[in-house]
């Protein structure tokens, strides 16, 4: 799968296990993937996403907040400083299996668009498909449909 | 041993159910690093980090003294009595 990546979609998944890293974090998950592909500067994904302000700043606070809201569905309470992501002492995050769903999405979106190449926009799409989890909750707290994401390509 | 005062599972939504199960495995593991992190300082041993935790003293050793290098803790030896 990895080959067919282009050049700056391989720097924006190595980017997000560095940031996994930074934050350390146990895995690389898909909200790594999704803060990663905000680092990009240029390109039709950064147009996109600065379009429907998802920006490092707001999916980490939106991230906090969903954390807090998901722990009170089931009546806890976030002590205070809970953070979205953990850290139990790995130094190498491994890959979770969001973000591995993600990354095989990313392949399946290029395929049904008959793409040869994979890059950044197949994966902000991919992170969208998820049909639970994390990210769809992130996306809602952020009000970002999977809707508007295929718009902003538009 | 109690039930933990939670929302009952037939008034959730398993969308929200099964995302709190993986905060709250998130939660314990962040708190579990605080923890461990302050009785390192505190100067416990690893089989007593180990007792509290209920698991084995390797297990919590393996699981935390990469991350406690990485901050600059030392965790030698002399912990391992």
């Known amino acids: ?154 | 041993m109690t039930n933990v005062g939670t929302a009952r599972p037939d008034n959730l939504d398993p969308m929200e159910g099964l995302r709190a199960v993986v905060a709250l495995r998130e939660l314990a593991d962040q708190l579990e690093g605080d923890y461990v992190l302050r009785a390192i300082e505190l100067d416990w041993s690893w089989a007593r980090i180990a007792e509290a935790l209920n698991v084995t003293r390797q297990a919590v050793h393996k699981k935390h003294s990469p991350r406690l290098r990485a901050v600059g803790i030392e965790t030698g030896r002399k912990r391992h009595v």
């Open chain 1, 1 to 154: 799968m990895f080959e067919r990546f282009t050049r700056d979609l391989r720097s924006t998944v190595k980017r997000a296990q560095d940031i996994a890293k930074f934050d350390g974090a146990n895995a690389v998950e898909a909200p790594h993937l999704l803060i990663a592909l905000t680092r990009e500067s240029t390109g039709p994904t950064a147009r996109a996403l600065e379009l429907l302000g998802l920006s490092e700043a707001a999916i980490r606070d939106a991230g906090d907040r969903e954390l807090v809201s998901a722990l009170r569905a089931v009546g806890v309470s976030a002590p205070a400083g809970a953070r979205s992501v953990t850290s139990s002492g790995r130094t190498n995050p491994r890959w979770g299996q969001s973000a591995k769903l993600a990354l095989e999405r990313t392949l399946e979106i290029a395929v049904e668009r008959a793409d040869r190449s994979l890059e950044a926009r197949h994966l902000l799409l991919a992170l969208a498909r998820a049909e639970a989890g994390i990210v769809p909750r992130l996306l809602a707290e952020l009000d970002v449909s999977p809707g508007r994401i295929e718009a902003a390509f538009d």
